[in-house]
């Protein structure tokens, strides 16, 4: 299991990233939304993290009609908002040497499910989310439990 409390976040985080500019409109984050599985998408301005948008905060924004048959044109009108008025601004990021239990920590004490990971200039070069701490826990389980079937 991730028994190193200094287990480096590393090899765990996503580092594909994709990231919108705080100026973009809400349809450039639908578009994304609509191709990829993750839940989350960096805002960047000057190249420079500055905010993040969770699929639920964009789902907040657009409203529940929004795509559904009984769409109206005023249903659309959200989606010429830009992300930076729909970002979250209070950024909990992490150091590319963070460890898992760092990671582990802020999901725990900010309440929340992915972390932006920058390097030394706060450009973003990962992220990293619960699920991506819990594939390789899994992972390890998986393995030790077929090495101790094999001993």
Request: charged share 25%.
């Amino acid at each position: 299991m991730i028994r190193e409390k200094q287990m480096s976040i590393k090899s765990l985080m996503t580092t594909e990233l994709v990231t919108i500019d705080a100026n973009d409109y809400l349809s450039s984050v639908r578009e994304i939304f609509e191709l990829v599985t993750f839940h989350h998408i960096l805002v960047l301005e000057d190249e420079m993290l500055v905010g993040i948008i969770s699929d639920r905060d964009y789902f907040k924004a657009v409203g529940p009609r929004l795509g559904t048959p009984i769409e109206t044109e005023r249903d659309k009108m959200p989606l010429q908002k830009r992300a930076h008025q729909i970002m979250n601004r209070r950024l909990v990021t992490v150091k590319n040497n963070a460890t898992v239990l760092d990671v582990v920590s802020c999901f725990h004490k900010y309440k929340i499910s992915c972390v932006p990971v920058i390097d030394e200039l706060n450009k973003p070069i990962g992220i990293i989310s619960w699920r991506d701490v819990m594939s390789a826990l899994c992972s390890q389980m998986i393995k030790k439990q077929l090495h101790q079937e094999q001993s």
